[in-house]
Each structure stands twice: as C-alpha cells, then as structure tokens.
C-alpha cells in the first residue's frame, strides 16, 4: 500500500490550531510563585526592582523539593522543616511522595499498606503538610501521584487506564513455505497476562533481509487478521520471495515504579487517553479530596506538579500505544497507519520501508503521540489542577531513554513550565562549567515567553553519587548558567523527611541515600548557616529575572522532539558559540509556536510583544511542514531578516509527499527577497546578520565567553551575564538603552550607580569583569532608585584598574603606583601620578579551629566535636595553605574551620585593601577586627574590600570556612576542604578626580 501523492500537511495544520485553542482557555489561577501574583509587587520599574532587589518576597524566593514518607510523615518534623526552610530563606516547598526503602536508601516503620499513597494516614499527613505550610509562610506545591512518573494501584496493567505499547512478533517465510499455526505470540512483561491483536500482515522483504533492520515492501503486503480463526490460528502459503509475518499486539507494559510504595503494586498510567487522567482524578475524589483537603489544597495557591516522563522501562523504547489509537492516528494524520506499523518508534525501528516512507511515517507517529497527550493527558490534567485552585507545574520531557514529546509546546501550554539541571546537561562532567543544556533551556523559555507564562522553572542541580559532596561553588555555577539560559525560579533538589524513627543510617533518613543523588538539604550540613546567603543570592537574582519581559535578539527553528535526540544526553541544538560571543541572545520556536498569535511582524520585529526577535535562523532542516514554510517566507516578505543555514528543507515533514515540490518552493522564492541570507554554516550566522544591519542588543567589543539575558520593564532594562569559562572574563558591551547603569549585587541586595561608562548614541556601554562561573547584573533606567545617588559628572574611561564612588563622588582606586589618565563625562582628562601604595603582603601563618561534625549517638544525631587549635602555615614556593585532607587525623574531617590570621597596614588618607583568599571549598565569612562583612561573592573571592574595617597598625582577619557533610559520612577523604588560597592582602588607594 503506497502513499497517495496528493496527500497535503493539511492534518498538522489541524494540531497547530487545536494549540491555538488550547491557548485561548482561561488564563491560568496565579499562584504565589507567579511573577503575576501580588498586584502590589511592581515587577516593571527601577525604582520597584531596586526595593524588591534589597529584600525579596516570599513569591520570589527558591523552593524545596521535598521527599516524605507520605503517612509516616511526623508533625514535629514538619513543622521543624518547614520553619527552618522560611528562616533559610526559601519561599516554598514542594511535597513529592518517594521512598525506596531499599538497600541504598533504607528506611525503618514504613509500612505502605498502612501509610503508602491514598491511605487514610497519608491524606491525614498531606493535609497536615499543607496546613503547616501555610502556616510557615510557605507556597506548597505537591506532585499528583507517588513519585513519578504518573503511577496507581488502582489501575491494572491489563485494564483500562494503564500504560500500553505495540508489541511485534514476527515469523519469517520462503517462497512456497506453509504457515499453520498460533500466530506469533508476544513476550509479555512481567505481571501482564492479556494482549490483543491490533493488525496480522504478511510483507515481502525487499532488502537486507539478513541484516538486523530488514526493509519491508508495504505496498505488496497481505492483511490476514480477517484469516485468523477464533483460537488465534492460521494458515497461509508465502508467495515467491522471502517474507514476514508480523503479528502486532497491544498490552500493558507492565512498568512499575521504583519509590511509590503504595499499597498494591502501582502501574504507570496510560498518558495517551483520558482514561490516564481519570483515573487519577478518581483515584483523588475516592481517597483523598475531602473537603479539608480541598480548602487547604486552594489556600495555599500553589501547583500540581509533575516530573519528567519516565515511560521507557529502564530507559529502553517501546512503541506507545492506547486503545484507540489508530482511529486518532486517522483523524489527526488523514491516512491509516495500520500497514506501516512495522516501522513504528519513537527510535530503533525493528523494520525499515523503501526510501523516506518509514522515517515520515514515524514523524507522524511521534506526532501523534505528542498530540494525545497533549490532549488527553496534559490540557485536562490543566483543567482538573485549576478547578482546585492550582496552577500546573511540569517537566515536558524524557530524562531516561527517548521521547515522543515536543517540550517546546508543552512549555507553552503548562502555567509553569520545568527543566532540569542534571537532565539538560547529562553526559557532562557535572563540572564547574556545564553548558550543554543550554538550549533546552532557551527552547523552554521561548515558548513561555511567547505564551506569557511569566516562570521558568528549574531543577536544580542534582547529579548522581554526589550527596553531601557537591560544593556550593559548583552549584551556584549551574544556578548561574540556567539563568543565563531564560530561567527565573528554582526548586532546589531536595530535602528529605527525617521522621523519628525512620533513619537506619547516619545524618539521617534520606530518599536517595547518604551517596545517592544529590543532595540532602537542611541543618543536618555545616553550610546550613550560608545556604540562607544562597536563597537570599538567587532570590534576589529571580526577582531581577522577573523584570518585565524577556528581550531575545535571534530565534531559530527547531523542530525535533525531546531535550536530547536520546534523552540521556545533554545536546546543543544551535552548537556554534559564534552568536554567544558576539553577544546575540537566541531562542527556538517551532511549527507550533512559529503559527502563534503572537509572531506577527513589525518594524523588522517578530513578536514585537513579545521576545523581539530582530531576525530568524532555519538551521539545517531537512525537512519542514509546508505551514511554516510559506510563513518564513512571508516574514521575509514583511521586511524580516532571514538567515538560512546549509541546504533548505527537501520535503515537508510527515507522510505527505504531495507538499514536497510546495516546501522547497517557499525556500526558493525566498532568494527573491533582499532580507534573506544563506550560509554554509553556524559559525557564518553572525558575519550573515551584520550584513543585513542585526546587531545584539548587548553587544562585546570583541568575542567574550559572557552568556547573557535581557528583560525590560516600563522604565529599567536588566542584563544579566553569565561567564562560562573557566577563566576571568574582561569585556566591554554596548547595550541597546540609554541612562543611568547601575550594578545589583545579589548577595547584598545593594543596587549602586555604575562609576565608569560611556554613552554612544542610544547605547550605554560598560566594562565587566567576571570570575569563572560567577555573573554581572546591570541595569539601565533614567530614573534613579532611592537611595542612590548616580554622580552628576562620571568616568568615561581609565587606565586605572578601578573607579568607585564616595556619595556620588567618582574616586580612581589605584593598586598600584603609576601614571592614570582617566577621561570624564564632561571632556576633562585627568592625569594623576599615584604614589604610595603599599606592597602587597601575603600572611603565612594561619591559626586553625575546627569543628567536627560528625555521628552521635544515633543515625540522626550530629555529634559537633571542637578539635584542638593548630598551626598551619603557606607553602613557601606556592603559597597554599594545607587541606584539611592533609592534616594529621583530618582524612575524614567535615565540619566548620575557623582560620586565623594578623598583620600590619599603615594606612594613609584614602587607603584601604582588598582580600584574596583564593580557593576555599566550600562556603566562607570574613570578620575583620571583630566586624563581620556583608555577604560575599562564593565565586569571586579574589577582591573582597576590607578597607572600611581595615586600621593603621595590628589587624586580624578570621575566615570561616563551613565544608560539605560527604568526608565524614564516608569515614575518608572525598573531597578536600578549607581554606587552601593562596592569600593575598591587596592594598589600594583612593584618588580624587579632582587631585593634580
């Protein structure tokens, strides 16, 4: 059976219009996480950023996950966590039903026939959870089923309602060979004991036979399911030539899920029919929806949430499937499927067809798929989390095996949208720098922003056997990196509940174990104490993200499904750092997004009320639907820019080869048009937008490893970089705003005037200096917040390392002696001759108190032991202080270090020093004579300005240095802590502008 020739894109056309109506339902319940929740809260002007900045709200803050044992949950422990987790900071906490209770991760007095999911004990504890809550200050967000994916007990994996796929089980004929028998039977998995057959064909072989992907001819195949007898027997004699028959049968997977511990065994639900949702509804009305919990569940305004879809067993593909889904296929598609079902996968197919047929119709399965549970699954999930008062939280997306799904759409569909920091960047190194995820991200956060979802949410950050070992430099690194990506609000990966009673192993019970995936939140860490600066750090780093509207310059077609082309992996779709280094923001949109309301065009804009993309990129597509085709030309049409990567699309996508000749085309007349560009590759895009007058609205003066975003507001622009390199980042940028800059430092929640910048034109244009992994934020406004003062004349330029500024009054601050010629905004230049500076000096000799954390006398008791003072002293050729790894006895230290050290200063007019401490692991304070500094920057403490508490004469300075918890749960040394350096005492010296 042969495609028809005629056949057109017409049915994808039908799925981009049932997205356009599924955007068109009621606006989402707002729930306090939402930039949109608190009306008083003014998320649009510099003056209402600069006061949400110094002290973020609630809604603005990070949230937990938090795994509990559902009814063994103990109220005591609630309230202790949900306090601690409001005075460290955190703005909400998301209950997330997970117990292993396994050799990994045991835990004592569970039993979940008495307090798994939908137990009398585990409503009673949930609606507890939600109560205190509430009363803690906390948002409560809660997952709809024990862990995840969607699960029940109450489903049968041979029923209705539960996960099914397509297997085939095939026998293989000669010419003129008979056969009589039972047709193939599938291998079951385990625990299902039904399948049904959904078609019987027998297909001649045209090639490669032998070989482990045989080519089928569809055309010449014979449909025998109507010559089956009524016990599944049949007889049949193949003609000339080698064939098949492949008998295909539909059953359950089988597919539990490791951590529910529900009473019963508890089966995926099937998430491509209603019959998935309404089970889970009903299972809710039946067991767990009194009227308590519905006040409580609606009190708390918060969301439903779900996971990243983990329909694979173990990872590996199988064929999705649901009871009707070759009459959806039909409907959606506009052909029969049914002949083509060899070739069916989401990846790996057990058979090909001759020339693209396969691989189009596999594009419409996974399309189908997509559409289901978008559908089926996903829209009345929505509808059924709003009628409780709840917004809806989602992960779109395979973290384990291959996917079916369009997280793009998804994104723009979900109140708030969800990636994961460990699953967008997996296969890396889980090192300081990862950037691998990076688009998934950017895809993410352009589909929210083109369907005014104000939250991007994120994961963050686990990576597998690194609990109580992953130091928090390396984690406010990843934090720092999705937000460079369109990310503005984290759930920190997690906590768990450490009921008593239930822990077998010391610090305590914990859902993946005390090696497990990372990490274990709370006071049970030395860091505890910092943890609250972090939230306070990316609380007030989310309320800078929150600005008004994200600006991104350049979008980019993209249209497969999945964060990775397996799942398993981190990918970046556009994989030139070409754009990135010129300063170009970019975004993805697809077929769907690409027919949003919202992607008009004006003044050579797309999206003008939206994201602003100044022009659009088609990157080595193959193929494309006819739709988005002849929409990228009439963009070009309208006078926006086009660059087209590689060779244009050859066909459409799908089974519809009548649009092939249509597709390619629309990319041929878009030759006619003075606004398109072709490249032979990535790296060619920025040479390509030049050329056709696209500039970044934040552009470097030359090629920078700063990754950044953009949002404006009524009367603010906010920037925020992100350096992703392992290196000290220096560049100049020229920002596409006029007025003031001003720089935010979101561990102090100051916001202070920018001493040194140029204005050109409408640009402004400023000097960074970025540590690995760290960020700048910087935003531009003409009207000036209170409480700053910005100078009436500034700097323009300097060759001095720094300018600051003393009540509005711009100072040089010379490290060194020298000559500084330093140009103003009013024309003057100032030369200066700076004298006396002192030396640096480095102090070598440190006293050092630590104290021990490590077991009491149970597995949930920290015992803290003060060790005995000690002297330890700089390398003489390198300068570095030992590791408390090398210290006699320290092997398996954790704990919280105390370093001591004094030296001399004389300090003249103006003169103070900086502190470079330089590697410390993992967090640090510094007091100075008794006075404690503000918070400091945990990435860049290379320049910590002590001069306001510097003396002339004897000075002390105590570092304290708090470790992860991972040497003493592992009784040796697995990472090393403390404060290593080498330290440097920097002195410098303030000049007046004004001096000669």
Known sequence: ?????????????????????????????????????????????????????????????????????????????????????????????????????????????????????????????????????????????????????????????????????????????????????????????????????????????????????????????????????????????????????????????????????????????????????????????????????????????????????????????????????????????????????????????????????????????????????????????????????????????????????????????????????????????????????????????????????????????????????????KLLSHVNENFSAGVNNVVWHGWSHDAPGTAVTWPGWAA????????????????????????????????????????????????????????????????????????????????????????????????????GFHAFVVDRESAMDLASARRIVTMARQGLPVVVVGDAPQRALGDHPGDDAAVRAAFERLHRFGTVRWVAAEDDVPQALAALGVQPRAAFASPSSLVGVQRSGQDVNVYYWYNASDKQAKATVSVAARGIPYQLDPWTGRTEPVASYAVKGDHTVVNLDVAPGDIALVAVSDKPPAGTRPPSTHVVSTTAGQVVLDGGTPLLRATENGRQTTVLSDGRQVVLDVRDVPTAQSPTQWRLSVASWHQGSGPRQTQITQLPEQQVTAASDTGLLPAWSTLPGMQSVSGVGTYRTTFDVDLGERAGAYLDLGQVTTTYRVAVNGRSLPPADQLAGARIDIGPYLRSGRNEVVVTVASMLGNAIAGKTVNSYGLVGPVRLIPYVDVPLSAR
């Open 512 to 611: 993946f174990g005390n090696t497990g995936v990372d990490d274990a939140y709370g006071p049970q860490n030395p860091t505890w104490a910092d943890d609250r600066r972090i939230n306070d750090y990316v609380a007030r780093l989310q309320t800078a993200l929150r600005t008004g509207r994200q600006l991104t310059d350049i979008a980019i077609y993209h249209q497969k499904p999945g964060h990775s082309s397996e799942g398993t992996v981190g990918e970046r779709y556009f994989t030139s750092s070409a754009l990135e280094q010129r300063g170009f923001t970019y975004g993805f949109v697809n077929t769907t997004l690409l027919a949003g309301h919202q992607m008009s065009v004006a003044n050579r804009t797309l999206a003008p009320r939206g994201p």
């Open 1 to 473: 059976m042969k495609s028809s020739p005629g056949r057109s894109g017409s049915r994808r056309r039908v799925a981009a219009m049932v997205l356009a109506a599924a955007l068109a339902l009621p606006a989402a319940v707002t729930a306090p996480g939402s930039a949109q929740a608190s009306p008083k809260q003014d998320y649009g002007s510099a003056v209402g950023l600069a006061r949400r900045f110094a002290n973020p709200p609630v809604q603005d803050r990070p949230f937990y996950r938090y795994w509990h044992p559902g009814g063994r949950m103990d109220l005591d422990t609630l309230k202790a966590d949900f306090t601690a987790m409001r005075e460290g900071g955190a703005g909400g906490v998301e209950l997330s039903n997970f117990v292993r209770n396994n050799s990994v991760a045991p835990i004592n007095d569970y039993d979940p026939a008495t307090q798994g999911f939908g137990t009398d004990a585990w409503r009673e504890r949930f609606s507890d959870a939600y109560a205190i809550g509430k009363s803690a200050g906390l948002q409560v967000d809660t997952t709809y089923t024990s862990k995840w994916s969607a699960n029940l007990a109450s489903v049968s994996p041979d029923g209705s309602g539960s996960e099914k796929e397509l297997t085939l089980a095939t026998a293989w004929l000669a010419a003129g060979q008979e056969y009589a028998g039972r047709v193939p039977q599938p291998t079951l998995p385990d625990g299902v004991h039904k399948a049904d057959l959904v078609a019987l064909r027998a297909y001649p072989c045209s090639s490669k036979c032998d070989d482990k992907v045989p080519v089928l001819d569809a055309s010449g195949s014979v449909n025998l399911k109507d010559r089956v007898s009524g016990d599944e027997r049949l007889r049949w004699k193949a003609p000339d030539g080698r064939w098949v028959l492949v008998a295909s049968w539909t059953h359950g997977t089988g597919q539990l899920v490791e951590g529910a511990e529900t009473p019963g065994t508890s089966y995926l639900v099937d998430h491509f029919s209603r019959a998935g949702v309404d089970a889970v509804e009903s299972f809710w009305n039946e067991h767990l929806l009194t009227k308590e919990v519905r006040q409580r569940l609606k009190a708390s305004g918060g969301s439903l949430f779900f996971d990243s879809l983990e329909l694979n067993p173990g990872g590996e593909p199988l064929r999705n499937w649901t009871a009707d889904f070759l009459k959806e296929f039909r409907k959606r598609r506009g052909y029969d499927v049914e002949p083509y079902i060899p070739t069916l996968a989401v990846s790996d197919p057990q058979f090909e067809l001759p020339g693209s047929l396969a691989e189009r119709v596999r594009e419409d399965y996974r399309q189908t798929l997509n559409d289901l549970f978008r559908d089926d699954h996903l829209l009345p999930l929505r509808t059924w989390a709003h009628s409780l008062g709840l917004t809806l939280r989602g992960q779109p997306y395979s973290s384990w095996g291959p996917t079916f799904v369009d997280p793009m759409e998804a994104s723009s569909l979900l109140d708030i949208p969800e990636g994961e920091d460990r699953s967008f960047n997996a296969g890396a190194s889980q090192g300081l720098i990862e950037t691998q995820g990076a688009d998934a991200w950017r895809s993410m956060a352009t589909a929210a922003q083109l369907s005014g979802r104000p939250l991007v949410s994120d994961e963050c950050c686990a990576s597998f056997g690194r609990a109580y070992r992953v130091t928090r430099q």
